[in-house]
């Protein structure tokens, strides 16, 4: 019985300071951008500023493909 008395003070302090450190996180902006992170995996490391990727999408907005255009059976 006596271990109750610590016991249970000691979760709430543990339950106020994790709701502390939800609530710094959500102020320092930590949950704003969460899909920038998921998408940088897909970059090229040797490519910093991700230019070949814009290249290639811009070429292929400009000129369709070759297998586009080709009816399929």
């Given at each position: 019985m006596a271990a109750l008395y610590v016991m249970i003070p000691v979760a709430v302090i543990v339950v106020a300071l994790a709701i502390w450190l939800l609530f710094w996180a959500i102020d320092n902006g930590q949950y704003d951008d969460?899909?920038?992170p998921a998408h940088t995996i897909l970059f090229d490391d040797e490519d910093p500023s991700h230019k070949a990727g814009l290249a290639e999408a811009e070429r292929t907005d400009r000129s369709p493909r070759q297998d586009e255009d080709a009816p399929r059976v």
């Open positions: 969460l899909d920038s």
